[in-house]
């Protein structure tokens, strides 16, 4: 998961493998939650997001599912592709306009 | 699709220069926004503007300052550039009614204070 610190963790996944992704969030209040993703030499791309008064969200091979019990994110990548190599962030959205970023993760697939 | 363009990808200043990063957006978007990316840090906002001549500190303005002076176009500018502010910086902008938070990005500049 995600945390601050000088060193990028990074998750190694096989190709056709599913991905988990974790995040933790700091902010009760935040409104919505937020991935993004970072491939080289790029900024990041929103992938998706999901509003607090939900559980789960789906979209294309990637699910995202909020418990804010505990205060924790994660983004599930169906079947990995070569093509989902980057760095994910994820994000919380506190007050309007005010986007707060984690540190990110790093996904390795291996071909 | 929106675009978002950094004037610089890489750029090399001395300590001391006055420097300008520019960003141009071309989805009419209102809200623009100028951020840092460090290592281990994430992405830390140093300025936002949701409308032309409007601006709001992020988290990290000390040392910057912006301009906008019209809707497309986004200025985040060093007055004398330190070598702590070495750093990648990113600009992003967003339409309205998302809050913000759904943001396009633009590619990145790499600025090397010496």
């Known amino acids: 998961g995600e945390s601050v610190g000088l060193h990028l963790p990074t998750l190694s996944v096989q190709e056709g493998d599913n991905s988990i992704i974790n995040c933790a969030y700091s902010?009760?209040?935040?409104?919505?939650f937020i991935w993004y993703k970072q491939e080289s030499g790029k900024g990041p791309q929103f992938i998706i997001d999901i509003r607090s008064n939900m559980d789960k969200r789906q979209g294309q091979r990637v699910t995202v599912l909020l418990n804010k019990t505990v205060k924790h994110l994660s983004l599930q990548i169906a079947a990995t592709q070569p093509g989902d190599s980057a760095v994910y962030f994820c994000a919380e959205q506190g007050g309007y306009q005010k986007v707060t970023f984690g540190t990110g993760t790093k996904l390795q697939v291996i071909p | 699709d929106v675009k978002v363009t950094q004037s610089s990808r890489y750029l090399v200043k001395r300590t001391g220069e006055k420097v300008f990063l520019e960003c141009v957006q071309d989805?009419?978007?209102?809200?623009m926004f100028w951020y840092r990316q460090d290592p281990g840090l994430g992405l830390r906002l140093i300025y936002f503007?949701?409308?032309?001549?409007?601006?709001e500190k992020g988290d990290i303005p000390e040392g910057y300052s912006v301009s906008r002076e019209k809707k497309e176009r986004f200025s985040l500018i060093l007055e004398s550039a330190s070598t702590n502010q070495t750093s990648m910086y990113l600009c992003?902008?967003?339409?309205?009614?998302?809050?913000?938070?759904?943001?396009?990005f633009g590619p990145g500049t790499r600025l090397t204070v010496l």
């Open positions: 989805m009419d978007h209102e809200n």
């Open positions: 902010n009760s209040a935040s409104d919505y």
């Open positions: 503007s949701y409308d032309v001549k409007m601006k």
């Open positions: 992003a902008s967003s339409p309205p009614g998302t809050g913000g938070y759904e943001q396009f």
